[in-house]
């Protein structure tokens, strides 16, 4: 069955650093999120992402956040300057498959991210 | 997006059903309900969805009350790997938004 990656399952790094979490959806999925989930705290939408561009993002979503998706497989959430804060579990989901009448999204099973 | 009430916890034993209610008394016509789950630090599992009929697949039965106002999740035989929080989300249309997560239900299986 097919489901959504990511790497590295676990980062560490120090503040001020830049990282990028990386992600493959699936592969014939149109839709492209992230969210992440501070320890014992609710699951946070950050952005989503659609042909191309950013079709919706929240307010937690600010200038140090980007994404892209470099190639035809993946996509990546850039964080330039983390902070103590940022510390947390991100999660990427894929949905919305071409001729479909909906779209449920399906999460990969996160990248922890440790900000020291 | 409609807001949601879920009771914070629930117990049920193993092979029993479990169901687990969620109001969203100010839910629009153009809303769904959604079912999510997260099991410990994984990440979310789509379970299902529905707008006012009820609903049943491989998971799950979801039961929409006609005012549309309350649903009901139904594990017909819950198993141990069925602990988890439960979300339910309203929101609309199927389209692409963004999900918005609240507290959930956390069920514990008990064996």
């Known amino acids: 069955e097919p489901e959504v990656t990511q790497t590295p399952s676990h980062q560490v790094t120090q503040m001020g650093q830049e990282v990028i979490l990386r992600c493959v959806p699936i592969?014939?999925?149109?839709?492209f999120y992230w969210y992440r989930q501070i320890l014992g705290q609710k699951v946070e939408f950050l952005v989503s992402f659609y042909n191309n561009e950013i079709s919706e993002k929240s307010e937690i979503f600010d200038d140090q956040f980007s994404v892209e998706r470099p190639d035809g497989s993946n996509f990546t959430l850039k964080i330039r300057s983390t902070k103590l804060e940022d510390s947390a579990m991100y999660f990427c989901a894929s949905s919305g498959r071409a001729g479909s009448s909906y779209n449920e999204q399906f999460f990969g099973p996160g990248t922890r991210l440790t900000v020291l | 997006d409609a807001k949601t009430t879920q009771p914070p916890s629930m117990d049920c034993a193993e092979g029993r059903a479990a169901n687990l209610p969620c109001n969203h008394s100010t839910i629009s016509g153009n809303e769904y309900v959604y079912w999510y789950r997260q099991i410990h630090s994984q990440g979310p599992q789509y379970i299902i969805h529905g707008l006012k009929n009820n609903e049943t697949n491989e998971m799950a039965s979801l039961i929409i009350t006609e005012d549309r106002k309350s649903s009901t999740l139904i594990l017909p035989h819950a198993t141990l790997r069925d602990t988890a929080v439960y979300y339910c989300i309203v929101r609309v249309g199927t389209g692409r938004r963004a999900l918005t997560f609240g507290s959930g239900t956390r069920l514990q299986v008990q064996p």
């Open positions: 592969s014939n999925h149109l839709y």
